[in-house]
């Protein structure tokens, strides 16, 4: 199974680090394939931010994202730039509180920022409610894959917490805590 994933939000929320720590979970720990890039410059922070990852259980040939079939959107920004053309078959997991645009493809509405602040106490934590929450929906890595991913590259000290944002993204990828859009 191979699959484009496309994350965008503004920079300092993650987005690079996103991708790192789900292609780290499609190679190390599912024993797949996966190539991750990403998009530096005046984004850095505050603008636009995208990184890509392509997963598959054959070897990459071209590295670039071509047909993303999976977004992750933290920004309305992000949205505009890099996934308000998403086609219909994709799948979109966006951030409720921070994009306001829904896409024609089918979408998951996930409160990652708020969540991260009520829950855990900082919205630093948004990227990882993502995570859980892409891996809950779509399957792309598996669950005990991306807890290891996310245990080799957060801070030491961190674990706990990065892991409870982990496994409240799953409850809203599974919908036990939102609601999903078709």
């Known amino acids: 199974m191979r699959y484009e994933v496309r994350f965008s939000g503004f920079g ?6 996103s991708a790192v720590i789900v292609g ?8 797949t394939f996966a190539v991750q890039t990403q998009v530096y410059g005046p984004e850095a922070r505050g ?22 079939d999976l977004y992750v959107i933290m920004s309305q920004e ?3 730039k ?25 979408y998951i509405e996930v409160p990652a920022t708020e969540a991260a602040r009520t829950v855990l106490g900082k919205t630093i934590f948004a990227n990882i409610v ?22 080799d590259s957060v801070p030491k000290g961190t674990e706990e917490l990065n892991l409870r944002a982990l496994r409240l993204g ?13």
Do not use: W
Not at 12 to 17: F, P
């Open 24 to 31: 780290r979970a499609a190679v190390m720990y599912d024993h």
């Open 130 to 151: 993502m995570l859980g929450a892409l891996v809950a929906a779509t399957g792309v890595v598996s669950r005990d894959a991306i807890e290891k991913a996310v245990l």
């Open 12 to 17: 300092g929320q993650g987005i690079i680090l």
């Open 78 to 80: 992000g949205f505009e």
């Open 47 to 68: 603008g636009a931010s995208m990184s890509a990852v392509v997963i598959d259980d054959q070897q990459i040939l071209y590295p670039k994202v071509a047909n993303p």
């Open 82 to 106: 890099y996934g308000a053309a998403a086609p219909e078959g994709a799948t979109m997991l966006l951030d409720s509180g921070l994009v306001h645009s829904r896409p024609a493809c089918r």
């Open 170 to 182: 799953f409850d809203y990828g599974t919908g036990d805590t939102s609601e999903e859009q078709a």
